[in-house]
């Protein structure tokens, strides 16, 4: 499946309004982080997945996916993104993961540098928005 293309990305962003990130850290140097705050000040609610939980921007961070979505469905809150800054080997773990839990979210975008075809064919073919490669910020900036 090829990958989603601007007017559907634009679409996706101005129709989200819950915006999940794995591998959100709590060191404002970081990518991930930054991005984080840029989505929050755009009017995202952003939901943070860190091994070690705590905060980060204000938010409750969760340890896992499961965890985040245990609580998100318990407050009847639905995923419209899952942003994720993990390594490209993770990729596919994440998507099983993402499937096991019945997740249709509006998209999986994965930041720029990170691929991977397995996680891509899983999602694709379970019906679910793709994007790998590729910034959510800047392509916010570019298209919105």
Wanted: proline fraction near 6%; hydrophobic fraction near 40%; charge should be neutral.
């Amino acid at each position: 499946m090829p990958a989603i293309n601007d007017t559907q990305k634009a679409q996706i962003l101005a129709q989200s309004k819950v915006i999940v990130i794995i591998g959100l850290s709590p060191d404002p140097t970081k990518p991930s982080h930054r991005v984080a705050a840029y989505l929050q000040e755009q009017g995202y609610s952003i939901i943070p997945i860190y091994p070690k939980g705590g905060k980060i921007l204000g938010q409750e961070a969760f340890p896992t996916l499961q965890e985040c979505v245990l609580s998100l469905r318990a407050q009847n809150i639905d995923i419209d993104i899952i942003n994720i800054f993990r390594k490209s080997e993770a990729l596919p773990q994440i998507a099983q993961e993402i499937l096991e839990l019945k997740l249709k979210p509006k998209c999986v975008w994965v930041q720029l540098g990170l691929y991977n075809a397995a996680a891509n064919a899983m999602l694709t073919q379970a019906g679910i928005a793709y994007e790998e490669d590729s910034c959510i910020k800047l392509e916010h900036q570019r298209l919105c």
